[in-house]
């Protein structure tokens, strides 16, 4: 089992910044990525960022946050970080890390955990 959490939410004016913060525990062999999503009410989840635990340099941004948030991370802590910049109202939404893992070393298959969400609230 994995747990994953979430740290880091919380109320904003815009302009302003965030760091999130998700770490990864239990018992796993490795995770091939570890990755952000958000959800505002009445819409569906969307990506934020995603990044490669296994390789350097890969990594995927939601166009709405491309050039303002930068997704980071630290392979020994299984932690990852995402520095959100230049803060708007339409960034509010709960923001959920996910990650794919792969529990076994008998088996290259892996199941995706989520966290249980942090909030950001953008707001004047």
């Known amino acids: 089992q994995v747990q994953l959490v979430e740290s880091g939410g919380g109320l904003v004016q815009p302009g302003s910044s965030l760091r999130l913060t998700c770490t990864a525990s239990?018992?796993?062999?490795?995770?091939?990525?570890m990755g952000w999503y958000r959800q505002a009410p009445g819409q569906e989840r969307e990506l934020v960022a995603i990044?490669?635990?296994?390789?350097?340099?890969?990594?995927n941004y939601g166009e709405s946050v491309e050039g303002r948030f930068t997704i980071s991370k630290d392979n020994a802590e299984n932690t990852v970080y995402l520095q959100a910049n230049s803060l708007e109202p339409d960034d509010t939404a709960t923001y959920y890390c996910?990650?794919?893992?792969?529990?076994?070393?008998?088996?290259?298959?892996?199941?995706?955990?989520w966290g249980p969400g942090t909030q950001v609230i953008v707001s004047s």
């Open positions: 239990g018992n796993f062999y490795s995770i091939y990525s």
């Open positions: 996910k990650a794919d893992v792969r529990e076994s070393k008998m088996s290259w298959s892996s199941t995706n955990y």
């Open positions: 990044m490669s635990m296994l390789l350097a340099g890969e990594t």
